[in-house]
C-alpha cells in the first residue's frame, strides 16, 4: 500500500510539474549552434507569427527572402522572394503555389504549405543573413559568427521579467 501512494503521489507532482511549466512558459523560436547545439537565440512567438531570412544568394548575387510561420507549433515554409534565376532557385511552379511579382521586380512564390522539421542556414562569409522576428532586424553573423549552421526550432521556455 505504502508503495502504490508512493507511486501515486509521484505521478500527481509530474503532473503538476507539466501544468506548471506549461502555464509559466512561453512559445519561442529558438536559434542553436548546428555542430555543439549551444543556444544562440530565444525569441518569444505566438500561433501565427511570421518571421523571414534574407541573404544574398552565393551564385546570383541577389537578394532572397524566405518566410516562414509558426503553425501547430511547428515551422512552415510561407513563400519565398527572390530577384533572379540561379543555382538552387525554384524555377517551377508546383501544385497550389502562386507566382506573383512584386513591384520591385521580385518573384514572390507562395503556397508551400510545408512543415521545415531542419530548418537551417550556414551563416556566410561573404554576405550576411538577417533575420525579422517581432519587428527586429538581427544580423546573424553578429549573434553568431561566420560559417556556423544556424538550426531553428520551436519550444517552451520560461522567461523571468526582473
Do not use: W
Not at 522572394?81 to 507562395?110: C, K, P, W
Amino acid at each position: 500500500m505504502k508503495r502504490l501512494l508512493t507511486g501515486a503521489a509521484i505521478v500527481v507532482i509530474i503532473a503538476a510539474s507539466v501544468f506548471i511549466y506549461k502555464l509559466l512558459s512561453s512559445p519561442c523560436l529558438i536559434l542553436k549552434n548546428g555542430d555543439t547545439g549551444e543556444t544562440l537565440a530565444v525569441f518569444r512567438i505566438e500561433e501565427g507569427i511570421e518571421f523571414s531570412v534574407t541573404f544574398v544568394h552565393s551564385v546570383n548575387k541577389s537578394p532572397v527572402t524566405d518566410v516562414y510561420e509558426i503553425r501547430n507549433g511547428k515551422i512552415y515554409v510561407v513563400k519565398t522572394i527572390y530577384y533572379s534565376f540561379g543555382a538552387g532557385m525554384q524555377t517551377e511552379i508546383e501544385e497550389e503555389q502562386t507566382l506573383e511579382y512584386g513591384e520591385d521586380g521580385s518573384m514572390i512564390i507562395s503556397g508551400f504549405n510545408r512543415p521545415m522539421e531542419n530548418l537551417s542556414y550556414i551563416v556566410g562569409t561573404v554576405s550576411d543573413h538577417i533575420l525579422e522576428i517581432n519587428g527586429e532586424t538581427i544580423s546573424l553573423r553578429e549573434l553568431c559568427g561566420r560559417n556556423i549552421t544556424v538550426r531553428f526550432s520551436v519550444g517552451r521556455r520560461i522567461f523571468i521579467n526582473l
